[in-house]
């Protein structure tokens, strides 16, 4: 589909790299000669991931420990990114989510999905582009978000309010920056099947709720690699008059009645949500644990 060496002599910095869709597109950035930093809390799987795609030999991977939530920390990776040479594109693809009740949320449940996808998406942007901008160099934004940003979805409230953030951030923004060439667009996927995403949002299979993947038009969830491709068009030059754009990437999901993605979920029972809590919270604890061993 894609030149050999389309995105050569590119740097590009991807939040949440070591993992899942991120991973993905670093492994189709590097496969088309871009060189990339993956920023990440869990450096054994930012380390894991830089190596196995640096062992095939195109474009470099590098990694930097990162907590997106942390202004400062976000500043001081940029810098030092800034400060090897300038970078030409960030992909911001870290989020937090898991499926609640929205009444059994807690002010630091929401927080805690809010401080990632709507803070720390902001921190990044902002850091990257303010160097851009004085740099005077063009450049290409990109930001993971859902389809929720149009249908909203139930049982996710935190998550849908904060890509929507996002989203109206990438609008807004490819007004006020198309000026110094910076692009800003969205790519919306709908299910892609990730580890990440499987823990948090289909725990036990969600439990006599159906499979989501039922009312999807193309009839099955998304393969990584299709995301993979979409995100090397828009941040490859040859998509330059593109900005401002939010793409989905959903077997027409959205248009399939599916009325936000959890909505069979309204037939789950209190002790159903109660066992889903705990398997969430189990695997949000692995992960804890995986980022204070580093
Ligand atoms: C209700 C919950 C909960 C649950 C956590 N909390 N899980 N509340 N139901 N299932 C509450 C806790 O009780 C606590 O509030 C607060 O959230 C913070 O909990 P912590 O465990 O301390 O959170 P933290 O360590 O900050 O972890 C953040 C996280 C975690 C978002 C909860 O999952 C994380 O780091 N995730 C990163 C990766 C991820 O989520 N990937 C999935 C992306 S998939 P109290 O008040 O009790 O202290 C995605 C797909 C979208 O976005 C589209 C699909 C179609
Ligand atoms: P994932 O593997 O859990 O990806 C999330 C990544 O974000 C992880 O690498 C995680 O690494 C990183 N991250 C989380 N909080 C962070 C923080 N505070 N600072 C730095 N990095 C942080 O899940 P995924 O499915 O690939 O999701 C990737 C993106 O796609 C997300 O934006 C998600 O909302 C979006 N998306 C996914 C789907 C899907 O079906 N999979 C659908 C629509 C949209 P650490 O925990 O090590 O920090």
């Known amino acids: 589909m894609f030149q050999k060496d389309l995105l050569k002599g590119k740097r590009f910095l991807v939040t949440g790299g070591g993992t899942g869709l991120g991973r993905t597109m670093t492994e189709h950035f590097a496969a088309l000669g871009a060189d990339v930093i993956i920023c990440g809390r869990r450096e054994n799987k930012l380390v ?10 195109a474009g470099q991977v590098s990694t930097r420990v990162l907590d997106i939530r942390d202004p400062a920390a976000v500043d001081a990776v940029m810098a030092a990114a800034f400060a090897e040479g300038p970078l030409d594109g960030l992909v911001n693809n870290a989020a937090g989510n898991f499926i609640s009740p929205t009444k059994d949320l807690s002010p630091r449940g929401f927080d805690a999905i809010a401080s990632i996808v709507f803070h720390g998406t902001f921190y990044v942007t902002h850091a990257f582009g303010k160097r851009l ?5 063009k450049g290409s934004i990109l930001s993971i ?7 909203g979805s139930p049982f996710v409230v935190p998550s849908a309010m904060s890509k929507g953030a996002v989203n109206i951030m990438t609008k807004s923004l490819a007004a006020e920056w198309g000026r110094y060439g910076i692009r800003v667009n969205c790519i919306a996927p709908g299910p892609f099947p990730t580890e990440g995403a499987s823990a948090r949002l289909s725990p036990g299979k969600m439990i006599g709720a159906g499979d989501y993947t039922d009312d999807i038009p193309l009839g ?3 393969k990584l690699e299709e995301l993979g491709h979409l995100a090397a068009y828009l941040m490859a030059d040859q998509s330059e008059y593109i900005t401002g754009q939010t793409i989905a990437i959903d077997g027409g999901s959205m248009l399939g009645g599916n009325g936000g993605t959890f909505w069979g979920l309204q037939k789950l029972s209190d002790d159903d949500w109660e066992n ?13 644990a995986a980022r204070s061993t580093g």
């Open 48 to 57: 894991e991931t830089a190596d196995e795609i640096n062992a095939r030999g």
């Open 276 to 288: 889903i809590r705990n398997m969430i919270k189990a695997a949000n604890q692995k992960d804890k």
């Open 145 to 151: 978000t859902t389809t929720w940003v149009w249908s």
């Open 220 to 222: 099955r969830a998304g």
């Open 133 to 137: 901008i004085e740099a005077g160099r």
